[in-house]
Each structure stands twice: as structure tokens, then as C-alpha cells.
């Protein structure tokens, strides 16, 4: 069974900020409502806005043997590619498009190589890409160090120097966490996040974060604001008070917030 990474676009500071609620009372709601509306971003787009390690197959191609189309997959790095010959050097292919990410085809140097992508038995799954996928890897210095030498791939408890945020997703050496609490410079993190591998970490590591798009963050925090201000909606459709009325949405796009649409609609992946 994989496990279940948490991947906010927002913090709960932002949501807060967003709402007007200075207190922490209702931020068990408030943190449900930011993971549901990053998941309707992540479904809505077919994307992720996090980098994501994982090894993803392919079959292989059937007319151009030497150009291999990602569908359905955003393309950031590539740590090993294999097919059905055994392993392909880096060498030996670009990504496409050229001098941009992600990249959504990888094309064989077939002058260096010698071929073109092949299979043994069946083309199904014969291409094997390990590396990182998603829209971005954007990541920014959060300005701390490790208080304290992280000596167990199992500790959530994690000193991280500084003031963190529940949601953010940090990166010490090359292990992703996600912050689900804080308490002073004690972040509580969940280990090996995004695909990497929980290791020990040197007290004086650099702590970064990840951070999406800005405008992905905010159609976030505006769609968990939304499920919040319209909770008790329940299944009112509408209601009238004198001259002045209020409709509530029950579901489909008309229920989320313009400003969210529109940024989620220019993610949205375009089919081959």
C-alpha cells in the first residue's frame, strides 16, 4: 500500500489570513477544507503542483519509435530510463519541450544510440521513467537551520530552527516533509513526503520549502474559504430576506469561486 502524502497549496496561516479567523479554534475544519480543495485542483487540472518522486510506465511507442508522448504526466527530472533493451544513458535523449519544464516527451539521440525505444515480449509497460513529476519544484530557503540533528527516519518531532506553518512542505537535504503542526521551533512533519526517502539529517541543515505557483496558492485558499463561509448551506438552494436574496451552488464549477476557476482552468491539462 503507497503511502498517502499530504500535499497542501496553502498554509493554514493563509486560509486564516484569507477568512479573518485570528484564533486556532477551528483549525482542525479549516486544514480539512485545504486539503479538499487541493485535491479538487489536483483532479480538476490532472496535475501536481509539488514535485513528486515516483517511476512511471509507459508502452511503448507504435509509429515513432524514437519519441516517446508522456500523456498524462508532467515530466521535471529523470533519475534512471529503461525499456525493453535494459537502460538508456542520459546522453542519449532530450527532453521535450527544449529549455523548458515540464517536459512532456523524451526523444532518443537515435545517431548515439543506435535504435529507437524497443520492447521484448509486449510493448505494455516496456518504458520505466524514475524521476521527479509535477507542474514545479519551485523551493525557497526558509532562512533555518536544523536546531537538531534528525537521528531516526522515524521521528515526526523535528526541530527546524524557526517558525513553520501547517501545511508547508519542507526539504532538508532530499527528503520532502509536510507540516501537519507546530509548537514553537518543533514542527510535527510527516517523514519521506512527495515520493523521497526519510534519512538522518545533521543538526545546522538547511531547511527549504517547496513552493507551488502563486496563483495556485491563492485559487486554494479561496476555495477552502468557500467551503467554509458555505458550510451550513447544507441544501439550501435559496433564500430571501426582504429585497435581498442568496443563492447557494450545489455542485459542479458554477460552486467554486471565479477567481479559482479561472486559475484552475489554465492548468487544466489539454488531451493528446
Not at 493554514?12 to 479554534?25: K, P, Q, V
Not at 513552493?211 to 491563492?218: E, G, N
Amino acid at each position: 500500500m503507497a503511502l498517502v502524502t499530504d500535499r497542501w497549496y496553502c498554509t493554514l496561516d493563509a486560509l486564516r489570513a484569507e477568512i479573518g479567523d485570528e484564533t486556532t479554534d477551528n483549525d482542525a475544519r479549516l486544514g480539512r477544507y485545504i486539503a479538499q480543495a487541493s485535491r479538487w485542483l489536483e483532479d480538476y487540472t490532472e496535475r501536481t503542483f509539488y514535485p513528486v518522486s515516483e517511476t512511471k510506465h509507459f508502452d511503448a511507442p507504435c509509429r515513432d519509435a524514437d519519441r516517446l508522448f508522456l500523456e498524462y504526466a508532467d515530466l521535471l527530472t529523470v533519475d534512471t530510463l529503461t525499456d525493453g533493451e535494459g537502460a538508456i544513458a542520459s546522453g542519449n535523449y532530450w527532453l521535450y519541450p527544449l529549455n523548458l519544464t515540464p517536459a512532456h516527451s523524451i526523444v532518443l539521440d537515435t545517431t548515439a544510440l543506435g535504435r529507437g525505444f524497443r520492447y521484448a515480449s509486449t510493448p505494455q509497460r516496456a518504458i520505466a521513467v524514475a524521476g521527479q513529476w509535477g507542474w514545479c519544484a519551485d523551493y525557497i530557503s526558509t532562512g533555518h537551520v536544523l536546531g537538531a540533528a534528525i537521528s531516526t527516519t522515524t521521528a515526526t518531532r523535528i526541530d527546524v530552527g524557526g517558525t513553520a506553518e501547517v501545511g508547508m512542505m519542507l526539504l532538508v537535504d532530499d527528503e520532502a516533509m509536510h507540516v501537519s503542526a507546530v509548537s514553537g521551533a518543533i514542527a510535527t512533519v510527516q517523514r519521506g513526503a512527495l515520493g523521497t526517502t526519510a534519512a538522518t539529517h545533521s543538526s545546522g541543515a538547511s531547511v527549504w520549502m517547496y513552493r507551488p505557483p502563486a496563483d495556485v496558492a491563492l485559487a486554494v485558499s479561496v476555495l477552502a474559504a468557500s467551503y467554509n463561509n458555505t458550510r451550513a448551506a447544507g441544501g439550501i438552494k435559496s433564500e430571501r430576506i426582504e429585497d435581498y436574496s442568496i443563492t447557494y451552488a450545489t455542485g459542479g464549477d458554477e460552486s467554486v469561486p471565479p477567481v479559482t476557476l479561472t486559475v484552475a482552468k489554465r492548468y487544466r491539462r489539454i488531451g493528446p
